[in-house]
Every structure is written in structure tokens, then in C-alpha cells.
């Protein structure tokens, strides 16, 4: 496992960002791909239907992404974690401490969303704010459930491809220093 660093040794070409809800991965990711050159696709546009129902050809929309040369995404969804840790070439961890970092995010989002009434993947809206507490499923309530879930996932990938570099960011700021450091020289340098 590699920290913020670490040099990365080639421009990376198929990138999956890890973390739990809130973390920001879908930032980090759009970023990553700026950097690198690759497109970004991001998951939950290909994963979430019309009322939050997951479309039937999810699993068929990741493997085309996978199957592409180049790609930055945003690693989860159970039936697709397999599919894009078999064909990255770079997995990025942010792993941000969740009560001070990643729950404060995920709750401005929940909120922002809410109250803008933004519309979302096929035009899903964040549901009422009180679901907080009927809704076990809420993105907040799936947040903390689930939040110690990437240790045993990540340790998971790591076992299995034992070749794939994973960089593991602690906080924001070693996010933004591994983007100026060692992501920029692999990716001017290859």
C-alpha cells in the first residue's frame, strides 16, 4: 500500500476510486482523470435508474467501461467491485476519518440536495430529509453502517492483486499532495 508520497511509477490508465459514502470520490475521481487524460464515468449515473431503481444493465454498462483502455470510476456497487478491481491499474483509497471528514460531507451533500431539489441520475431527487429516520437505506444511515466496510474490502483487493498499487489517503490534505506530487510527475513524465 502506498501513501501520499509514494511514486506511482507510470501514468496510470484505469483508475477506481475507493471510500465510503461522502467521501468525495466522485470529486477526487472527476480530478484524477483530469490529470491523467482518461474519461470519467461516474458509477451511480450507470447503476441508478428512474426512482432509484438499479438499471437492468448495470453489470453490462461496467464491463464496456472496464473493457475501454482508459477510464477513472468510482469503486462500489457489490457486482461491480470485482469487475473494475480486475482491470484497474491504480486504485486511490481515501479513507478520511468519517465523523470529523466524511459524515459532515455526506450530510452538507444530503442536505444541499435536498433543499435545491437537485436532480440527480435520471432525474432522482434526494428524498425528504425526515427518511433520515424511517429510512434505513438513507445515504446518511448507509454511510455509518457501512463506513468500517472499506478496511476488509481494500485488504480484499490488495490479497488478490497483489500487483495493484493502491494509494491510501488519510485526509483531504494528503489527497491534494499526492495530486501535486506523485499523480503530476507519473503523468507528465509517461
Known sequence: MLDHGDTIGHRPRRVAVAGVSGAGKTTAARRIADMVGAPHTEIDALHHGPDWIPRADFVADVRALVAAPE?????QYAHARPLI?????LMVWLHYPFWT?????????????????????????????HTIVTDPDHIIRWAIATRH??????????SRHPTLPIVHLSTPRDLEHWIAGPLTRASVTQ
Open 149 to 158: 466496510t472499506f478496511e476488509e474490502r481494500v485488504a480484499e483487493v490488495a
Open 101 to 129: 471528514v466524511t459524515l459532515p460531507r455526506v450530510t452538507r451533500r444530503t442536505v444541499r440536495r435536498r433543499l435545491h431539489r437537485e436532480v440527480l441520475w435520471n432525474g432522482n431527487v434526494e428524498p425528504p430529509l
Open 85 to 89: 478491481a480486475q482491470r484497474c491499474d
Open 71 to 75: 477510464w477513472v470510476t468510482e469503486w
